[in-house]
């Protein structure tokens, strides 16, 4: 289309000076005067002049209009996006040249076309939706669909469509398509390597599991033999051997308890990897639970004849809410590994308070050492799992290298942080700061225990009458605890899976008085057999069931309080387990018969 601007308007304008000066000389009585005549000449060329000029202008806002238009078509044309304008029912009444070149086809073409029918199959549906949301909304729609290429091949556009302003003759739908084919492939990339990230993460989910299924099961059958060992060597020293024979079951005991620390650092540290470490959360005395790391580590000291000393500041608060269970282990293993690394000497527990707010106390723990020392290279290696300081003290000195590891992650767990300091030949601190929530009450309900004190009273006190029923597929498992038992001066009686020890529960003249339970069993398992113990009983009589199990993680334990257990012991027991055992869920036999 071409719109010409003034082409009519100098003639016409000509015409009328001419009918003017025509007029004038129709109008004089006589002939004018030659000056009239040359005033009137004037006149006219003024006039011309004053045209040519407007003529001008006139072809240069011509010349404006068009390039003007040339340019608007040129931008249409190059745009980077395809511009449709279609009828009512979607035939293309124009195209730009990008939309052309979008389709594989010549503008020409296109005129009349159905534009759906550019449109894969599977994506017209939406494509009519689109239309007809369009039509009868009048609101802009937007989709993404496919579309057919240059060469067939589907293209991913985005369709942006609009009506017509009003006042149209019938409705213009105008589309605007823009080629996303490189966004979806960045999506399908993506979603691509999303999905193999989840793979990934499941395929080592699935060996997280795996490994920890494997530990659990190793730790559940070395923990059977290892209750059969340290069950004996336990009984042994307690009938009073001397001499050489004493000195064999010692080392029997020493011996079994290295490889039990170990499996349980191998297991601890498997939950925190795999994110199953749970934190339990209850009031305790802080100088109590240090105080107890001293006690027992203080045999060790003293046979490497080293001092081992506490400290606590007097004006440190004590009573703190946390997991004193996961703190005592971290104590443990630090002063533990302090004297393992130490020949002569001293070491040094020294607790103190870092800083504090309203509720929160951060408590610090030094454990020093007069030792080997660390060499600074070696350092940064002393948290990572399996690692000592070389080859060497492995065989020297023994352990799992998993200490350190474990405390440092149980550390974090808390919030806290640990550092260590160290010198060659001089000795080692280790510093553990852990944010503890205070306890309500300004003192500890319990007092510090004295030096030298026990933390456990295990005085003895006879089970003489206390009928007790131990359920064990292995028969030295169930040597083990029938023998402490009978110690303790129990009545027991022993049955080899979960259907015996049912038969037994239900068939018993007299009730047991407690019933000492293992889980995995053939036949019949643990689980089940409380279970049917606890549906026989009803609201009657509760017979305590304490797992006596070589399942050691936390859903263990879970599973067996679910099942109706009251208490949860593991393998490899001691007399002074199975004794707290029989102090919590039963009255001494004297009292039981008192009551009656």
């Keep these: 289309m071409r719109t010409d601007v003034g082409d009519d308007t ?99 073409e296109l005129a009349q076309q159905p534009l759906r029918t550019f449109v894969l199959p599977d994506d017209q549906d939406l494509f009519y939706h689109h239309r007809r949301r369009l039509l009868l909304t009048g609101e802009p729609q937007v989709d993404e669909l496919r579309m057919f290429g240059p060469k067939g091949e589907p293209v991913w556009v985005r369709l942006d469509g609009v009506l017509a302003p009003a006042g149209a003759d019938w409705p213009i739908w105008r589309a605007v398509v823009t080629d996303i084919s490189a966004q979806k492939q960045v999506e399908a990339e993506l979603e691509r390597k999303i999905s193999e990230l989840a793979a990934e993460k499941d395929r080592a989910q699935a060996a997280t599991t795996a490994k920890s299924q494997f ?85 060790k000291a003293h046979e490497k004849r080293l001092e081992l000393v506490l400290s606590y500041a007097p004006e440190a608060a004590r009573a703190f809410e946390g997991d004193a269970l996961r703190l005592r282990q971290i104590v443990l293993n630090l002063v533990s590994n302090a004297i393992k690394f130490t020949r002569k000497g001293r070491v040094s527990v020294e607790v103190s308070c870092a800083a504090f707010t309203d509720k929160t106390d951060t408590m610090r723990i030094a454990v020093r050492d007069t030792g080997i020392g660390i060499p600074p290279a070696r350092r940064e290696l002393l948290f990572q799992r399996f690692n000592q300081l070389d080859v060497s003290t492995t065989h020297k000195y023994g352990g799992s290298g998993l200490g350190l590891a474990i405390s440092k992650q149980l550390v974090e767990l808390m919030g806290g942080k640990i550092e260590v300091e160290s010198q060659p030949g001089r000795g080692t601190v280790f510093t553990v700061e852990i944010p503890l929530a205070r306890h309500s009450a300004e003192q500890s309900t319990a007092a510090p225990l004295p030096s030298g004190a026990q933390g456990v009273n295990a005085q003895p006190r006879s089970w003489a009458g206390t009928r007790v029923l131990v359920v064990d597929d292995n028969l030295i498992n169930q040597r083990v605890a029938s023998a402490m038992l009978l110690k303790l001066g129990c009545t027991v009686e022993l049955a080899a899976n979960g259907r015996e020890g049912l038969t037994s529960t239900l068939g018993s003249a007299a009730p047991y008085d407690m019933i000492f339970m293992d889980c995995q069993m053939p036949e019949m398992d643990g689980y089940e057999a409380t279970l049917a113990i606890r549906k026989s009983e009803g609201t009657g009589k509760h017979t305590p069931v304490v797992a006596l199990t070589a399942s050691a993680l936390p859903e263990d334990r879970q599973r067996c309080l679910e099942a109706g257990m009251d208490g949860y012991l593991t393998k490899p027991v001691s007399i002074t387990a199975l004794r707290a055992a029989l102090s919590e869920w039963l009255d001494p036999p004297a009292s039981r018969s008192t009551q009656e």
């Design 10 to 108: 100098a003639p016409n304008l000509r015409r009328e000076a001419e009918n003017k000066v025509a007029n004038s000389l129709a109008s004089s009585p006589g002939r004018q005067s030659i000056e009239e005549t040359q005033a009137t000449v004037h006149e006219l060329q003024v006039h011309q002049a004053e045209l040519e000029i407007q003529n001008e202008e006139l072809r240069r806002m011509q010349l404006e209009l068009e390039g003007s238009r040339a340019r608007y078509f040129d931008l249409y044309d190059r745009a980077p996006v395809g511009y449709f304008t279609l009828s009512e029912l979607g035939l293309i009444i124009e195209a730009n040249l990008t939309a052309a070149n979008l389709l594989g086809a010549a503008r020409r």
């Design 215 to 299: 530990l659990s099961l190793m730790s559940h059958e070395i923990r059977t033999p290892l209750n059969g060992i340290l069950g004996m060597t336990e009984l042994l020293l307690d009938d009073g051997l001397t001499g050489e024979a004493k000195g064999h079951a010692l080392t029997i005991r020493d011996a079994g308890a290295a490889l039990l620390s170990i499996i349980n650092d191998i297991l601890d540290f498997s939950k925190i990897e795999a994110g199953r470490m749970d934190l339990a959360v209850a009031t305790f005395d802080l100088s109590r639970v240090v105080q107890e790391v001293v006690e027992l580590m203080s045999v």
